[in-house]
C-alpha cells in the first residue's frame, strides 16, 4: 500500500498518511496534542459567534451576550438575579404573612436548647411523624419574650418538619389575632376572590382563591377537602381518581354474559359476538341456524 508523507500542520513534523485521508482531509497532524493545539488558535470547523454588549438591569454592569440570550431584563451574575427576584415578590411589611420579623440570634444558649429538643423529640416531626426537614418550633413565638432563656426553654420548643412548623405558626397567629398589635406591620387588606368575586384576607402574597372556593366534594367517595391547586380539584387523592375511571363490568349486547372490556365503549364481549350483532347478513343466517338446531338438531348436525 502507497503511504504519502505530508508535513504536520501544526509542528510541521512528517507525517504518514494513506492516500484516501489525502483526498478527504485538509489538514494533517501527527498526534492528539497537536490537533487540540492547533484548535485553540484557529477556528476550524464554524466561524466564532458575534456577540453583543448589554447593561445588567441591577448593579449597570457592561458585559456580553450572544444575541439568541438577550433578554428585556439582562442580569450578569447570581447575586444580581437574586435581587432581582426579591424585588418581584413582596418582601418585608408588603406581604400579608409579615407579623413584623425577628432577629435570627436567638441567644447564646440557642444551639443547645435546638439539640437536646431534638433528642427528647427522637428526631422525629411530633405532628406528622417525618424525620426530613426538621426545624425546632417555638410554641409561642420568640419575638414575644423579653428574655431568650424563657423563649427557648424546653416546655416552649417542639420538633415540627417544614410544612407542619407553617401550619402551627398559622394556628397560633389565627387563635391569638390580638397580639398582631405588638408589631409594627401592616394587617393584610382583604382582596377580591378570583372565582366567586367575594372579598377575604389572603393567607399569602401569592394567594387569589378563598377558602370556599378551594374546599369541594369528590366526585367518587363524596367526602369533603380542601384543595390548594389553582385548578378546581374532583378527586380528593389519586386512589379515588382511579377507582372512579377504572372501567366496570357490564353485560355484552350480544349474548349477555356479564364481561369487564378493557375499554369503556366495548359493547360485545368478543370478535365473534361482534360479527353476528353488527353485521344484519350474520345475523340473519345465525338465527337460521340456531331455528334448525332447535327444529331438528341431527339435521343441523349433518
Not at 100 to 123: F, I, V
Not at 127 to 148: A, T
Not at 165 to 182: C, D, I, M, R, S
Not at 242 to 265: A, M, Q, W, Y
Request: aromatic share 10%; net charge positive.
Amino acid at each position: 500500500m502507497t503511504i504519502i508523507e505530508t508535513p504536520c500542520a501544526e509542528c510541521g513534523k512528517s507525517v504518514r498518511v494513506k492516500p484516501y485521508l489525502m483526498k478527504r482531509l485538509k489538514r494533517h497532524f501527527c498526534d492528539w496534542q497537536c490537533l487540540a493545539a492547533y484548535r485553540q488558535h484557529t477556528v476550524m470547523y464554524w466561524p466564532p459567534r458575534k456577540r453583543v454588549q448589554v447593561i445588567c438591569a441591577i448593579c449597570g454592569t457592561t458585559f456580553s451576550r450572544t444575541p439568541s440570550t438577550v433578554r428585556q431584563t439582562n442580569l450578569c451574575g447570581y447575586n444580581c438575579w437574586m435581587k432581582w427576584m426579591a424585588g418581584r415578590g413582596k418582601p418585608g411589611s408588603s406581604n400579608p404573612s409579615w407579623r413584623g420579623g425577628h432577629p435570627y440570634y436567638r441567644g447564646p444558649n440557642w444551639r443547645r436548647q435546638r439539640t437536646k429538643a431534638m433528642s427528647r423529640d427522637g428526631h422525629r416531626c411530633l405532628r406528622c411523624g417525618h424525620q426530613f426537614g426538621l426545624r425546632v418550633h417555638h410554641i409561642r413565638p420568640f419575638s414575644l419574650f423579653e428574655d431568650y432563656r424563657e423563649a427557648n426553654a424546653l416546655d416552649n420548643l417542639r420538633t415540627l418538619c417544614n410544612k407542619c412548623h407553617g401550619v402551627e405558626e398559622a394556628a397560633f397567629w389565627k387563635a391569638n389575632p390580638t397580639l398582631w398589635n405588638t408589631f409594627s406591620h401592616l394587617i393584610p387588606a382583604p382582596i377580591a376572590c378570583a372565582r366567586c368575586g367575594r372579598d377575604f384576607i389572603p393567607g399569602s402574597g401569592a394567594a387569589k382563591i378563598c377558602w370556599a372556593c378551594k374546599t369541594t366534594i369528590c366526585r367518587h367517595c363524596g367526602k369533603t377537602f380542601t384543595s390548594r391547586k389553582a385548578r378546581p380539584a374532583v378527586y380528593c387523592s389519586r386512589k379515588c381518581r382511579n377507582d372512579h375511571v377504572r372501567v366496570k363490568p357490564h353485560k355484552c349486547l350480544g349474548c349477555g354474559k356479564e364481561f369487564t372490556p378493557r375499554f369503556n365503549k366495548r359493547q360485545y364481549c368478543s370478535v365473534h359476538c361482534h360479527n353476528i350483532n353488527v353485521n344484519p347478513r350474520r345475523r340473519f343466517f345465525a338465527k337460521q341456524r340456531l331455528a334448525a338446531q332447535l327444529s331438528n338438531p341431527t339435521e343441523a348436525d349433518t
